[in-house]
């Protein structure tokens, strides 16, 4: 879906790079993401404990934050932010 030099934007814009004064390589920015999503993803699919599905949805949602938090801070258009937002409204529980 990204290419890989879209990475260095978001590395640039990740919150906790400028509280802890630590820069983020773009590389393992997109490799932690990644295997969060799929390990994620994997145990809503495969694990039937409801406590582990919900904290698998919980870093989900959070990675989706991060997401809108990293398009919104290096001005991306509208359309690039949407899927993410429909993701979170996916995962927050019905009321």
């Not at 509208?78 to 995962?91: C, D, K, Y």
Request: hydrophobic letters at 50%.
């Amino acid at each position: 879906m990204f290419q890989r030099k879209e990475y260095v934007k978001y590395a640039k814009v990740f919150p906790l790079a400028n509280a802890m004064d630590f820069k983020v390589p773009s590389k393992w920015y997109r490799r932690v993401v990644g295997t969060l999503e799929l390990v994620c993803g994997a145990a809503m699919a495969i694990i039937p404990n409801y406590k582990i599905k919900n904290a698998s949805n919980g870093v989900l949602l959070l990675l989706m934050l991060l997401a809108v938090y990293s398009h919104y801070m290096v001005n991306d258009k509208f359309e690039r932010i949407a899927p993410a937002l429909v993701r979170i409204s996916e995962r927050l529980p019905n009321a």
